[in-house]
């Protein structure tokens, strides 16, 4: 048994379908077809039940799976770790996250001082980060809500302000505060559903006791700002966002209910962290205390004057 024929399995595995994994992998589907026939002749039953060209992953594959993929990764921590030994000042990352505009700026502050780290990102559910992170496949998850796991550990790093965002013009645009359940009649604009952020958006709205009437919903910021501005309709803005938009907006402090995100970075705590990624988790700890900081003294130099 080869350990490429178990990467070639778990790809095999994961898309169930030998045409698309040969394409992934990089190498002819003849050649795929011929390494996972010798290894489940080295394993002795087959892994997959085959119906002509359809191939699906049965009992016998899926429990070799499982311990295919703690070899493997636990071969991957092995590397990490010597390489950490080694004194190596080089590492990669593997992130994956809901969105991507709240970490832009401290990346770029992470890579200004570790220009050799690299960084492999990708965008997912709430469900496909849990997955994620029990198999190994990424460092840290980085989300707007918790992610539940037996072994997984977070840390709230970014706390901000949800605040409700107005057209120019409009009629609670000169208020600096409101209810949310006063603009129960208001048009609003929205994510798609099941987005991370339109998930607890609803959930404000329910505490409110109000049902929205979404007259558009996008996936973009940007696109809610835009759409805000031209008078189409009201919408949530969060607060960390905000400058991340060049459409200016007219917001207002929801007094009730009270809207707030916390955003978390967790990992896997039976997982090795390299010494790349401990330094990452570190590093954006240390960047948005720092951010909090600053934001919160002119207030308090306000409150003062």
Not at 262 to 268: E, I, K, P, R
Request: proline share 5%; hydrophobic share 45%.
């Amino acid at each position: 048994m080869e350990l490429l024929q178990l990467h070639y399995f778990r790809t095999v595995a994961k898309l169930e379908h030998m045409t698309r994994a040969a394409q992934e992998l990089h190498i002819a589907q003849p050649a795929l077809s011929k390494t996972i026939s010798r290894l489940e002749a080295d394993v002795g039953v087959p892994l997959f039940d085959r119906e002509g060209r359809q191939i699906r992953l049965n009992s016998f594959g899926k429990a070799f799976l499982d311990k295919v993929e703690t070899a493997l990764n636990a071969l991957e921590e092995g590397r990490r770790e010597v390489a950490d030994m080694a004194g190596s000042e080089q590492g990669s990352i593997s992130l994956a996250m809901s969105t991507l505009n709240r970490l832009t700026d401290p990346l770029s502050a992470f890579l200004s001082v570790y220009p050799n780290v690299n960084f492999r990102m990708t965008q997912a559910s709430m469900d496909e980060m849990a997955q994620l992170l029990e198999a190994g496949e990424v460092d840290f998850c980085f989300s707007a809500m918790p992610i539940e796991g037996p072994d997984i550990d977070a840390m709230a790093i970014l706390h901000e302000e949800v605040y409700l965002a107005v057209p120019p013009g409009h009629r609670l645009a000169h208020r600096g505060s409101i209810a949310l359940s006063e603009v129960a009649d208001e048009p609003f604009i929205g994510y798609k559903e099941g987005f991370i952020f339109q998930k607890m958006n609803d959930a404000f709205c329910r505490e409110a006791g109000i049902s929205p009437n979404f007259v558009c919903r996008v996936d973009e910021p940007a696109a809610i700002a835009s759409l805000v501005r031209t008078g189409l309709g009201v919408a949530f803005a969060g607060g960390c966002n905000i400058n991340a938009t060049s459409v200016p907006l007219t917001l207002l402090h929801i007094e009730q209910p009270v809207c707030q995100r916390t955003f978390q970075l967790a990992w896997h705590e039976k997982r090795y962290l390299s010494k790349a990624a401990r330094n990452f988790r570190d590093f954006v700890v240390d960047y948005f205390t720092g951010q909090q900081k600053q934001v919160e003294t002119p207030k308090l130099e306000a409150a003062i004057k």
